[in-house]
């Protein structure tokens, strides 16, 4: 079944560098590869996906790369901002449609 | 839209007893739902998925006897945590997938087992 392995587990930046979050997913047959950033206590919310087509996604300061051959995707978040600061989970599907979570990443931003 | 509605958003009860969780898709149907629970300071761990009008698939490890699933309409899946002991304090969310979208998540309920 899908095994989604995150790293690192914390990562702390200077507020305006850049931050880089790697998962990597065992089943070849996945093909949608969201990012989730989470609050405590409130669901995870979207904030980027990638789908297996592509290899690169910018919204704005986040972006997302999958490299299918070696089965892992990054989020890249720049310039970063104290608000950014919070738990990111990647998450790949056990296809056809579990949706199983890397184990998180825990990112603070220092003014 | 795609919005699922999760109730309670937080429960204290005693050991011993059951507790019900609902979620509720209130703009599409959804013949699947996911259910997850997150310790504090972990990830969000699959337990169970529920199909409407038909038997519950669980996770390896999850006790199917203990986390009730049922999915008895498009819109509606429960979860009842029975007989609850402290350990089984924890926050359960659920998701269902909309196609072409990705997934949504309700918006969480906060067990305690006191």
């Known amino acids: 079944g899908e095994n989604v392995e995150q790293h690192p587990s914390t990562l702390s930046v200077q507020e305006g560098d850049s931050a880089v979050i790697k998962c990597t997913y065992s089943?070849?047959?996945?093909?949608?590869f969201p990012w989730y950033k989470q609050e405590l206590g409130k669901r995870p919310q979207l904030i980027i996906d990638?789908?297996?087509?592509?290899g690169e996604k910018k919204d704005q300061r986040i972006a997302v790369t999958l490299n299918k051959t070696a089965k892992h995707f990054s989020l890249h978040i720049t310039e970063t901002q104290p608000e950014d600061s919070a738990v990111y989970f990647c998450?790949?599907?056990?296809?056809?449609?579990?949706?199983?979570f890397g184990t998180g990443t825990r990112l603070q931003v220092f003014p | 839209g795609a919005v699922v509605s999760q109730h309670p958003s937080w429960v204290i009860c005693k050991s011993g007893t059951s507790v019900k969780i609902e979620c509720r898709s209130l703009?599409?149907?959804?013949?699947?739902m996911f259910w997850y629970r997150q310790f504090p300071k972990q990830s969000l761990m699959l337990m169970a998925t529920?199909?409407?009008?038909?038997?519950?698939?669980?996770e390896q490890g999850v006790e199917k006897d203990k986390f009730l699933i049922n999915h008895a309409s498009l819109t509606l899946s429960t979860l009842t945590v029975t007989s609850a002991h402290p350990e089984d304090s924890s926050f359960y969310i659920c998701?269902?997938?909309?196609?072409?979208?990705?997934?949504?998540f309700g918006s969480g309920t906060r067990l305690t087992v006191v």
């Open positions: 998701s269902a997938e909309i196609r072409t979208y990705g997934y949504t």
């Open positions: 089943d070849s047959a996945s093909n949608y």
């Open positions: 990638i789908r297996s087509n592509v």
């Open positions: 998450a790949a599907p056990k296809v056809p449609d579990k949706l199983i």
């Open positions: 703009d599409f149907q959804a013949t699947t």
């Open positions: 529920s199909n409407e009008g038909s038997k519950a698939t669980y």
